[in-house]
């Protein structure tokens, strides 16, 4: 039986919680926040929500909305399609409030490597979460 891998990457801004999920909220506007994303898409498929994200240096990763809760400020998905070098991906993204105009975004997700060793899987999944909390610290700056 294969053990899920686990990447956990956070970052706290000098923002308040409800102005970054604002930024980050709308599945369909990953590329409007990180670079990875050179266009994402929302299209319906049956009752699914998916976005199709066109990567920087090519590819295209398909993703399925699994929950979003606006309350808890969290958004969960996992991967339908894509080059990354995994399987049985799920992921979270979540705003938690801080003191004094800042929030910590904490961004997890488990899978299992495939095509590549664990090591490897993780780094890019890693590299991946923490492009995307470069890109919100540059635009909210870190607390």
């Known amino acids: 039986?294969?053990?899920m891998l686990n990447v956990h990457e956070s970052a706290v801004l000098s923002a308040g919680a409800a102005?970054?999920?604002?930024?980050?909220?709308?599945?369909?506007?990953?590329?409007e926040w990180h670079?990875?994303?050179?266009t994402s898409t929302i299209e319906t498929r049956g009752s699914d929500t998916v976005?199709?994200?066109?990567i920087s240096g090519g590819g295209?990763?398909?993703e399925k909305l699994e929950a979003h809760d606006d309350g808890a400020m969290s958004q969960s998905y996992s991967i339908v399609d894509g080059?990354?070098?995994?399987s049985d991906y799920h992921s979270t993204i979540k705003i938690i409030a801080g003191d004094d105009d800042k929030?910590?975004?904490?961004?997890t997700g488990k899978f299992n490597a495939d095509g590549a060793d664990d090591e490897a899987a993780s780094k890019i999944?890693?590299?991946?979460y923490t492009a995307g909390l470069s890109a919100l610290t540059k635009r909210f700056g870190l607390a």
Do not use: Q
């Not at 929030?103 to 961004?107: A, H, I, L």
């Not at 999944?125 to 991946?128: A, H, T």
């Open 35 to 38: 670079p990875a994303a050179v």
């Open 60 to 62: 295209v990763l398909t």
């Open 125 to 128: 999944i890693s590299g991946i």
């Open 83 to 86: 080059p990354l070098p995994v």
């Open 1 to 3: 039986m294969l053990i």
């Open 103 to 107: 929030c910590t975004v904490d961004w």
């Open 51 to 54: 976005r199709v994200i066109n």
């Open 19 to 31: 102005e970054v999920w604002a930024a980050i909220s709308d599945f369909g506007n990953l590329a």
